[in-house]
């Protein structure tokens, strides 16, 4: 499990130090213009979803692992979920770092930095990840990298493009958000549940809702890898 983590930090540091050049560069970007609105679901939402898919799609030689490693196929599907949670791990809490040193700039930077280190932040933070590699994932062990990888990228991007559209137009107008940003308009979405459903309740069930979904998603893809004959 090890050797396997560690590999695809070697294979991947290229890559990894790419986003977090983004990650800066996006960050100035925003600065210059004076706007932080849009900042924290670009690089909550966006960049780590990429960093989960990424991680599988350039692994060439995933299945070619199993015959050459002294690991089991369960170890090599569950290594690919905990890379990919650190490497999205990474990219939160660096741009917890970028909106804390924008705080002292920009008032609505400061309201982000106090929501991503609260409960709600950390859910809204494992949320987009936790959907796109549940998905994802079982899809790429049964069908492989060939056409495994296109229905998971026109998939991806159907639902990445219409659940902005979702959650910033209708959603956000329904709860009368007055920032724009997929960010503001989540985080009043689930004050409105724990008002609804008491705190414990909505942060819970939806903690548990994304851990059976999770569990759920790791099975499904040690079965379809087990299936495989790579003889």
Known sequence: MKALLLRDLRAYRTFFL?????????SLLIFKVGSVNGLVGFLVVFLPS????VLFLGD?????LTASLPVSRTQL???KYLSTYLFGSILVILTIAITW????SFFNARVDFLELISMRGFLFSILPITLIVSISYPVLFRYGLGLGAKILLVGFA????VGMIVMERVVGRWLMVQRSGIFATA???FARGETRFGVVLFDGGLMVLLLVLMIGSILL??????RKDFT
């Open 18 to 26: 790419l986003l977090i050049t983004v990650m800066i560069l996006y």
């Open 50 to 53: 990429i960093a989960g898919v």
């Open 60 to 64: 060439q030689e995933l299945m070619q």
């Open 77 to 79: 599907v569950a290594s």
């Open 101 to 104: 040193l924008f705080s002292g």
């Open 158 to 161: 159907l639902l990445y493009g």
């Open 187 to 189: 985080m009043a979405l």
């Open 221 to 226: 893809s040690v079965y379809w890898i087990n």
